[in-house]
């Protein structure tokens, strides 16, 4: 994943998320439209196969790179605690 800023203002980003899906981007969007200061969280691929998602964050009365640095280590603790519970309920089910 590569992250380059296209626009960046106080309370808006639009950043290009070479390498990366609508399946990091879905769950980027839902993670930041948890944040009742998040006034809009989206992103568009023009093309599936040849371009890279587009995403748009703006807020209100948060600066948006911190809103968005939040919402990736909010992922990043959810991604964890997921591999923990998963590596134990496979654990718990190995043929012994």
Do not use: W
């Not at 969007?29 to 748009?56: C, M, Q, W």
């Not at 948060?62 to 990736?72: C, D, F, K, P």
């Not at 496979?90 to 012994?96: L, P, R």
Request: charged share 30%.
């Amino acid at each position: 994943m590569e992250p380059r800023v296209l626009e960046s203002s106080r309370y808006e980003l639009k950043i290009e998320i070479v390498g990366e899906g609508h399946s990091f981007c879905n769950l980027l969007r839902k993670t930041l439209l948890e944040e009742p200061a998040v006034e809009f969280a989206g992103y568009s691929i023009d093309h599936p196969l040849l371009a890279n998602p587009v995403f748009t964050l703006r807020t209100k009365r948060r600066q948006a790179n911190v809103v968005l640095r939040e919402a990736l280590e909010k992922m990043l603790a959810r991604t964890e605690e997921f591999r923990k519970k998963f590596v134990q309920a496979v654990s718990d089910h190995e043929v012994k």
